[in-house]
């Protein structure tokens, strides 16, 4: 069998595998849908102009083989009631939301990364972009043309925000209802692909958010034929999904299939999973266990990642085995990091950045144990959070300085470089980039973009209101100055266009410094710090509190290396501490004898061999 069968064989057997959906045959599409709380299904080809009655089996399931259905054509699924319904699995919603399903042929794109098996996740620089807001165009194929210029950034993976479809024409990604279908405003299923294609054959790995803790307030008809939330518990969107009441084997089956779907059907790298101490699951096995356990089991050799965001700040979810590799996960997105060096920066303490005002002790603790907070009492959270994390490796952990949630989540969606001078934002970035913890960059920091990344959502107009007026309201408990005036209307299309970052800037003064900064610190750290992560292990670092505003954390590297890192994160001068040595790696700021200078870094390395 040649490589391109191979290939396509590979494909159809994927496509099989999921029992949700459509599955192409000989002149003729099957079609199933989950629907327990519905006595009857029928399935409407719009070109065939006819509507097939599903055969009904155990469970809930329905299933139809309609002769001459074919790629191309659109389809809905009729209830009992007569109302009629998308594909829940459709892979591709051509008419937004509340339009017919596509039928998809999953094996008709020629993929050229052949040998692909991904990246080592020591090796992991990580670049977080909204497809929207990442180029003018705001689509995937658009997207293909910035790949060469992240690898010589010295980016190794991309992490895409939210792709399901969503209502409307723009949105953050975080209000998706149909989870299978890339959101048709940034192309079509093979132009992901694409995407996913050229960033292989450049050797970047491709990561996507999904979103497995509520779904949109628009277009989710899951609602009305399966029993999807419980009201056993409650979230910040309601009610919770249904992980652990009755029927939830089926809602657990949809989102194991999803995230199967994203790593093998467009050959994702690994997948962010949004706000998952939101995902409620007091059953026997919780459905995080075994979501990962699937995945490890279900791909096909290659280097798959699973990345976290959980506020609860939970290391049982990123243990690993004796020889290192994680049992479930491989890191959680580090808010502590984030925290720690945003206070020390800009001296904000409302919101959560109360509980790390003062405190450089936490800034050690964060970089050395990955969480600041390991079980004391938090006064923001009002009860305990976090629990110990020393005996994880640093490589568990991804740190960063901004991300969509901390810019985006301000009342105005300011960036870091909106707050504080270039010195600041330079030493908080160097701290990140070198350090232990996998970095992460948020679209356009590299040059410090100047445009700023507030909320936007298009989700029409009756609910227009509703949401302008929660916006508002999450936003009451943080000051802003007033003379900036009302913070931008979420809804309107020049809010989402103002996120566009500026390319054109790449060049300008004080852009090209910043960005020629990011790439020294990535080269360095691709040949000095990554190929030393290899092998390192838990309780691998240490820190010692020098001063007020002054930390030193060092780091037993996995070759037995010793980084050392001291920063002096205020602006006052720090005497009594030798940051120049034959083993300085980076200096950013600047020092002179046994004094480190304001907002001064200093990384050393002690290689053994």
């Known amino acids: 069998m040649n490589e391109r069968l191979s290939a396509a064989f590979v494909s159809l057997q994927r496509e099989q595998e999921m029992?949700?959906?459509?599955?192409?045959l000989a002149g003729a599409v099957r079609f199933r849908l989950w629907a327990p709380k519905t006595a009857s299904v029928a399935v409407r080809v719009e070109e065939l102009n006819q509507a097939v009655q599903m055969n009904a089996l155990p469970r809930g399931w329905y299933e139809a083989e309609v002769e001459g259905a074919a790629p191309g054509m659109r389809y809905r699924f009729i209830l009992e009631d007569g109302s009629e319904v998308p594909d829940p699995a459709s892979r591709f919603q051509p008419e937004d939301v509340h339009g017919p399903s596509e039928i998809i042929d999953p094996r008709s794109f020629a993929w050229t990364d052949?040998?692909?098996?991904?990246?080592?996740?020591?090796?992991?620089?990580?670049?977080?972009?909204?497809?929207?807001?990442?180029?003018?165009?705001?689509?995937f194929r658009a997207a293909i043309d910035k790949l060469d210029y992240l690898t010589e950034l010295g980016v190794t993976a991309i992490q895409l925000m939210p792709i399901g479809d969503f209502a409307g024409r723009w949105n953050w990604g975080y209000d998706g209802v149909s989870l299978f279908a890339p959101d048709s405003s940034y192309g079509r299923p093979e132009d992901l692909k694409a995407l996913v294609d050229a960033?292989?054959?450049r050797k970047l790995s491709v990561f996507l958010d999904v979103v497995y803790n509520h779904f949109g307030p628009e277009g989710n008809y899951l609602y009305t034929y399966t029993p999807l939330i419980t009201e056993k518990?409650?979230?910040?969107?309601?009610?919770?999904?249904n992980f652990d009441d009755e029927g939830s084997a089926g809602v657990r089956d949809l989102m194991f299939a999803n995230a199967r779907y994203w790593l093998n059907e467009f050959r994702i790298d690994g997948l962010r999973f949004d706000a998952v101490h939101a995902i409620k699951d007091s059953g026997p096995r919780h459905m995080l266990q075994e979501l990962a356990e699937q995945i490890r089991a279900s791909t096909d050799g290659r280097h798959i990642h699973l990345i976290l965001e959980n506020s609860e700040n939970q290391a049982k979810w990123l243990k690993r085995k004796a020889d290192?590799?994680?049992y479930f996960y491989d890191a959680q997105w580090n808010d502590d990091v984030h925290h720690v060096l945003h206070v020390a920066a800009t001296g904000e303490d409302f919101w959560y950045y109360a509980d790390?005002?003062?405190?450089?002790?936490?800034v050690g603790r964060a970089l050395a144990e990955g969480y600041a907070w390991q079980g004391e009492h938090s006064e923001h959270e009002g009860r305990p959070r976090g629990e110990p994390s020393a005996s994880l490796p640093p490589t568990a952990f991804v740190a960063f300085a901004q991300t969509h949630d901390q810019v985006g989540n301000r009342p105005f969606g300011e960036r870091i470089g909106h707050l504080v001078d270039d010195r600041v934002a330079r030493a908080i970035s160097t701290i990140y980039l070198l350090c232990p913890q996998i970095p992460m960059i948020f679209m356009g920091e590299e040059w410090n973009a100047k445009e700023a990344f507030p909320f936007f959502t298009d989700m029409g107009e009756h609910l227009a209101e509703a949401i302008r007026k929660g916006r508002l309201a999450e936003l009451e408990s943080i000051p802003h100055?007033?003379?900036?005036?009302?913070?931008?209307?979420?809804?309107?299309?020049?809010?989402?266009?103002?996120?566009?970052?500026?390319?054109?800037?790449?060049k300008a003064e004080g852009h090209a410094e910043r960005l020629s900064l990011f790439r020294r610190l990535l080269e360095l750290r691709r040949e000095q710090i990554a190929p030393r992560?290899?092998?390192?292990?838990?309780?691998?670092?240490?820190?010692?509190?020098?001063?007020?505003?002054?930390?030193?954390?060092?780091w037993t590297l996995g070759d037995g290396s010793d980084l050392c890192l001291t920063a002096n994160l205020g602006p006052e001068p720090f005497e009594g501490t030798s940051p120049w040595s034959q083993d300085c790696l980076w200096l950013e700021g600047s020092a002179k004898d046994n004094t480190l200078d304001g907002w001064s870094v200093v990384f050393s390395l002690k290689a053994t061999g």
Not at 118 to 130: A, D, F, K, N, S
Not at 535 to 540: E, L, R, V
Request: charged content about 25%; aromatic content about 10%.
């Open 19 to 24: 029992k949700f959906g459509t599955q192409l």
């Open 114 to 139: 052949a040998g692909w098996r991904g990246r080592p996740w020591e090796e992991m620089v990580i670049y977080e972009l909204h497809l929207g807001a990442f180029t003018p165009e705001g689509t």
């Open 199 to 201: 960033a292989h054959a």
């Open 233 to 241: 518990h409650t979230t910040p969107w309601g009610a919770a999904i």
């Open 324 to 326: 290192g590799v994680p």
């Open 356 to 362: 790390y005002k003062d405190r450089t002790d936490l």
């Open 481 to 506: 100055t007033e003379d900036l005036g009302t913070p931008p209307d979420p809804m309107s299309e020049e809010t989402f266009r103002s996120a566009k970052i500026g390319w054109d800037d790449l």
């Open 533 to 554: 992560l290899v092998g390192i292990k838990g309780n691998s670092g240490r820190y010692e509190v020098l001063g007020p505003k002054t930390v030193q954390v060092n």
